[in-house]
């Protein structure tokens, strides 16, 4: 039997799989981590193990990071990803409402359901492994992405046209960057840093995070107290919760394995798809985007069952089905373990595709009593006054950016989105279509400029694509049917401010693409810029004829935020994030003392993991421009 | 008062590193001293699996020298040159980076803010071992095989400024192969593409192929270059042995160096001349190392390096002489005629 696994002991494995859970917990607990930079951490103790316990190791640890990562989405509203505002968006207000821990219950159940699905969709592929790698291209890429511009319907509560406004602009910000069709820089304005594009964590950071955080709306007592004695019994409630919802589990957890095993599409579409497909079929007592269970449900079934889906294309042949996976395939190179067809053949690796099927379904499981022992404790940071949370949440959001992209232009990045958020915030407009226009706009650029390339009209004779293509034109006449189109949600100075503001964006995007890029590569951004720009107009027209004006949110420490951020840039982020901590809670009312000494320890726990565990300390933006010159760089 | 404390312990670190790296004089310059070594990609990426055993095995053999290393990704490796080139300060900066920016500089790209002739060549450390592939269910064996297809082509490239579509644009130009060539490709999707029989020809590194081979799915036909590959490429034909008879020689000297320069290390041209001698010696002691050499082996990375100067050598030669980039964009405007079905003369 060992040898069948390749495995050298059962006792190895089964202290790898424990060793690898552990430490993919604790990794998505900090933000800013993830799988991808877990994975490089964790190479050196891999060593540690003969090959194939090693892989079990490294895949025990990459299952549960997302199950852990939904605690920093859920309790504090931190995000890291893409994928993790899909869970923030209802799991957070539902923190905010002291059901912290129903809220983590429902997402570690669905996350567990989803990783064990997706680990069995792994082994159900072996016997049809090709068919279902190729059976999927470009066209199929296509509809994909025109079915998530359909959702953005289901995410704009909100309004419409607000939500068809943000998705655009979502697009349109997908298309900064090289386009590598031509070669052309598009709306790069100079900045070497945005020829990959515009870094999305610095996105979240600014669009979402800072705004939320800025919001005074502090918990009411009742709510506080309820966080404060979070119990397993809560979470225990949660779980079963879940329960309830196993279409949506099972639905969700399909869309994570059907991605993950598409080679080159971004993983945070599964979260966004099933987000949007809970959101349209799930009635619930409390609406989508204020806390209602099945949106944090339907994104942590498709987080972890991706893993499973990707692992196809991964292992049996080589092409990464992740960007994670892709370092995975690195490291099992390392490690000693390789990967290929090898992996799908009786007499020679099959045994570890069993084993690591097994690591997967197993960590899983593991990571439920971890889970358990520390949820009841992490809540109740939840429940400490909000003041005293807003500058160590911002600053570590600005971390989870800077060591994805640590350069200038992730804080000029912030900034920007920041303003934006805030305005969109005040005027009550959805955020999430931007996220979504953001991670399906290149796909469908992309997808189309291939299908046109590589398959012309021969796209008709595929029906998969014709299959997609039907459910996408009755998806719209039900959603033209039952959605009032002409809605303002907020405030008419915010609206009016926010849509004039993103008009003039609009402009400022149509006329440098005339200017100054070609016409293939204008084409896309033009058309979904007059397309915004136009929606813009009407809202703006709407809201200047409106007679309702509902009164405007309060916001808190902008000025202390802002200058905050824009001293990142001279005084590093260590020194900026302890000076902006100090300035809230004293503003806040916090003891001065107190204040600095929490200001200090802050500083120094972000200083130790960005030079010991990130190591990016030798840079300008986390030293600051002073630093690095004095010290000679 | 905090500089003046900082100064003297550093002077006294270095003092102490001086006495204790005596005993290698060659690499006695760098003992005491800061090297930032800036890596040209982000952590886990290719770059980056080159770069990092090179970082640890470089401190070993400087033990009292003070290396820091910073991946610098984005502008497809350009912004870790432009960082480089423009570090001045008493930090001894080296870039780690793959060889694109070269084409970049070449072919004129936006991104190419840098100039590679500037730069003190410490090494390379592998070559691009590049190899062209055919999907299986072509039904073709062999070079001949495919030269003799009646049928275009689809080839997939990575980007318009990619090594692959100047490769691949190339083959076309120099071969009587008639390609039709589809760009923003990445790697996942082209092999999954290959597989599905929906793309026919691409180009790459040996080993990126590797699974794709053991599979079945794909067949390697050709090898760019002439030196540096594994045994089992080795028995392919060289784009010199079946280029089009006529094919100017230098065309096929610049594309065989750019195929040989695989991972530059070079310093910033601000570095002074007995620190480049001394950067050239550790390097030489690095890859001479076993362990070295071992950790290439564990991690399936070809290490086949070039010396400093060799490096500029073939740097000067490619960037530094108008002929060659003049040949190269002729070569590639002509290869882009032809995949776009005009009847071109690649003879310019």
Redesign the interface.
């Known amino acids: 039997m060992l040898e069948f696994f390749g495995l050298e002991s059962w006792s190895t494995a089964l202290l790898a799989l424990t060793a690898g859970t552990a430490i993919g917990f604790v990794v998505g607990l900090v933000p800013g981590i993830g799988g ?2 877990g ?2 951490l964790c190479l050196p103790l891999a060593t540690f193990f003969p090959p194939y316990e090693a892989a079990i190791f490294l895949f025990s640890m990459h299952a549960v990071v997302n199950t852990s990562g939904s605690i920093p989405n859920i309790a504090f509203g931190i995000p890291s990803s893409a994928a993790d505002m899909a869970t923030i968006i209802d799991g957070y207000p539902l923190a905010k409402m002291g059901r912290a821990g129903e809220a983590l219950g429902a997402s570690l159940s669905a996350s567990a359901i989803g990783g064990v699905l997706g680990a069995l969709a792994f082994l159900l592929a072996i016997p049809i492994a ?1 068919p279902l ?3 999927f ?2 066209p199929e890429f296509l509809m994909l992405a025109i079915l998530g511009i359909a959702m953005v319907s289901s995410l704009s509560q909100e309004g419409l046209i607000p939500g068809l406004i943000v998705g655009a602009l979502g697009v349109v910000a997908s298309t900064v960057g ?8 598009r709306f790069t304005f100079g900045w ?2 945005l ?2 594009g515009v870094g999305l964590p610095a996105i979240v950071c600014g669009l979402f995070v800072i705004p939320e955080m800025l919001a005074l709306k502090p918990f009411d007592t009742d709510s506080q107290k309820r966080a404060t004695t979070t119990s397993i019994a809560d979470v225990a409630r949660g779980m079963l919760v879940t329960f309830n919802h196993l279409r949506v589990v099972a639905v969700s957890s399909w869309y994570g394995i059907v991605i993950g095993f598409m ?2 599409l971004g993983s945070s579409i599964s979260a966004w798809l099933s987000y949007g497909y809970a959101a349209r079929t799930t009635r619930t007592e409390i609406p989508f985007g204020q806390g209602a269970i099945a949106g944090v449900i339907a994104p942590e079934a498709a987080n972890n069952s991706k893993e499973g889906g990707a692992m196809i ?1 991964t292992l ?6 992740s960007s994670s996976m ?2 995975m395939m ?1 490291l099992l ?2 490690v ?1 373990v390789a ?4 992996l799908l053949d009786w007499n020679r690796d099959l045994g570890l595709s069993f084993s690591l099927a097994g690591a997967v379904i197993l960590s899983n499981l593991v990571v439920i009593p971890m889970f358990l022992l520390v949820i009841p404790t992490l809540v109740r940071f939840s429940s400490i006054r909000r003041e005293g949370i807003v500058p160590f949440a911002i600053a570590l959001s600005i971390m989870a950016a800077l060591i994805d ?1 640590p ?1 200038i232009i992730t804080v000029v990045l912030i900034a920007i989105f920041a303003v934006i958020g805030i305005g969109m915030k005040l005027a009550n407009w959805p955020r999430a279509p931007f996220i979504l226009g953001y991670v399906i706009g290149d796909m469908a650029e ?1 997808s189309w ?2 299908t046109q ?3 012309g009209w021969k796209v008709l004779q595929r029906p998969l694509t014709i299959g997609i293509a039907l459910f996408i034109v009755g998806w719209l006449i039900y959603v033209v049917r039952s959605r009032p189109v002409l809605h303002i949600p907020g405030p008419r100075i915010p609206t009016l401010a926010t849509s004039g503001g993103l008009l003039v964006g609009f402009g400022v995007v149509i006329l440098t693409a005339f200017r100054s890029i070609n016409l293939a590569g204008r084409t896309f951004p033009v058309a979904v810029s007059i397309f915004g720009a136009a929606l813009c107009a009407l809202i703006a027209w709407l809201a200047f004829r409106s007679k309702d004006d509902p009164p405007v949110e309060e916001l808190a420490h902008v000025w202390i935020a802002a200058i905050a951020i824009l001293a990142i840039p001279y005084f590093g982020l260590t020194v900026s994030s302890m000076a902006m901590a100090v300035a809230m809670l004293i503003a806040g009312g916090a003891n001065i003392y107190k204040s600095i000494l929490a200001a200090l320890a802050f500083g120094a726990l972000q200083f130790t993991l960005l030079a010991w565990l990130f ?2 300390v ?2 300008r933006e986390i030293i600051g421009r002073f630093a690095w ?5 | 008062m905090t500089r003046a404390i900082l100064a003297a312990f550093f002077l006294l670190a270095g003092t102490l590193a001086a006495g204790a790296q005596a005993a290698d004089p060659a690499l006695a310059p760098l003992a005491g001293r800061t090297i930032r070594i800036v890596i040209g990609g982000g952590p886990g990426s290719g770059t980056d699996g080159y770069a990092r055993p090179f970082v640890e095995t470089l401190k070993e053999v400087l033990p009292d020298t003070t290396i820091l290393a910073q991946n610098v990704d984005g502008g497809g490796g350009a912004l870790a040159y432009v960082e480089t080139q423009s570090a001045t300060g008493a930090v001894i900066t080296v870039v780690i980076s793959h060889s694109s920016p070269i084409y970049h500089q070449m072919r004129g790209i936006e991104t190419a803010a840098f100039d590679l002739t500037r730069f003190h060549w410490i090494g390379a450390l592998t070559n691009n071992q590049r190899v062209v592939v055919v999907r299986s269910g072509l039904g073709a064996d062999d070079y001949a095989d495919v030269a003799a297809l009646d049928e275009e082509m689809v080839a997939a490239v990575t980007s318009a400024t990619s090594p692959s579509n100047v490769e691949t644009t190339l083959l076309g130009a120099l071969t009587d192969l008639r390609l039709r060539i589809v760009v923003d490709i990445d790697d996942d999707l082209r092999s999954a593409l290959m597989m599905a029989g929906d793309v026919d020809l691409a180009i790459n590194s040996f080993y990126g192929w590797v699974p794709l081979i053991d599979a079945g799915a794909v067949q390697p036909i050709l090898r760019i270059g002439e030196e540096g590959y594994p045994p089992e490429a080795a028995s392919l034909p060289t784009l010199a042995s079946i280029a089009r008879p006529g094919t100017p020689a230098k065309v096929i000297e610049i594309v065989e160096s750019l195929n040989k320069l695989g991972r530059l290390v070079g310093a910033a041209p601000a570095t002074p001349p007995e620190i480049v001698a001394t950067l050239r010696a550790a390097f030489a002691e690095v890859v001479a190392r076993p362990d070295f050499a071992a950790a290439y082996a564990a991690r399936d990375l070809a290490l086949a390096p070039t010396d400093g100067e060799e490096v500029a050598r073939r740097i000067a030669g490619l960037t530094g002489d108008p002929q060659a980039a003049y040949l190269l964009n002729a070569f590639f405007a002509c290869g882009e005629a032809e995949a776009s079905g005009s009847d071109a003369d690649c003879n310019p």
């Open positions: 991808r930079t994975l490089i090709q790698v190729t059976s291209g470009p090289v386009d590598f069709r031509s070669g052309e820089a070497l840093e020829w990959d080679p080159s294309p049996f042949f080589g092409i990464p089905g892709a370092i690195g190179a390392f000693g990967v290929g067809p090898n992209t350069r992309a400029f291939h390339q590589i398959y190591d990016i030798v840079e010159r004095f010290l000679g760089f």
